[in-house]
């Protein structure tokens, strides 16, 4: 009589204990592949997340220590018949140092193009610095301003702005 413990062909169809710790085995590798997988998966949007929050406190932060302000009398705008342009006064009010290359000028809500402006700094320096005043000379469309309220507005490359609503 042969006893069913002892077969060759099955190593472990007599033992339940360890058929039980083979299945568990299985079941933990198994769970920690999974968890591998599901970690690997987040910590790739964790990542994102934290660079795209990154790269917004930066922006808020240059934001925030930017400032910009018109400083002509509203009522008398200067005006020079002969060029043809108005000249406003807009003064670097934050502790950013801004490039005047990248200023944007509107005028009525229509954007002046490059072309249609000049901007100079004093002594002739490229970097608009806190508490420089930059000469923003504009020929506008139509030309000359009919009489009336009309509003400027100066943005720097980081969409802080500054405005002024004047007169002619």
Not at 15 to 38: L, N, P, Q, R, W
Not at 143 to 149: I, M, T
């Amino acid at each position: 009589m042969k006893d069913k413990r002892f077969d060759r062909r099955h190593p472990f169809s007599g033992c339940e204990k360890a058929d039980t710790a083979v299945t568990h085995m299985i079941f933990f590798i198994a769970a920690i592949i999974i968890a591998m997988g599901v970690v690997t998966v987040l910590s790739a949007d964790i990542q994102s997340m934290v660079s795209s929050s990154s790269v917004s406190s930066k922006l808020l932060s240059e934001q925030m220590r930017t400032d910009i302000t018109i400083v002509n009398d509203p009522s008398v705008i200067p005006y020079d018949a002969s060029g043809n342009y108005y000249t406003f006064y807009a003064k670097n009010t934050g502790r950013t140092e801004l490039v005047p290359e990248f200023i944007t000028v509107l005028v009525d809500g229509s954007m002046i193009g490059p072309g249609e402006m000049d901007i100079d700094l004093p002594d002739g320096d490229v970097i608009w610095r806190p508490g420089d005043v930059l000469v923003i000379n504009v020929t506008t469309d139509p030309f000359p301003l009919k009489a009336g309220d009309h509003r400027i507005l100066v943005a720097a490359e980081n969409g802080k702005s500054g405005g002024m609503n004047f007169i002619i």
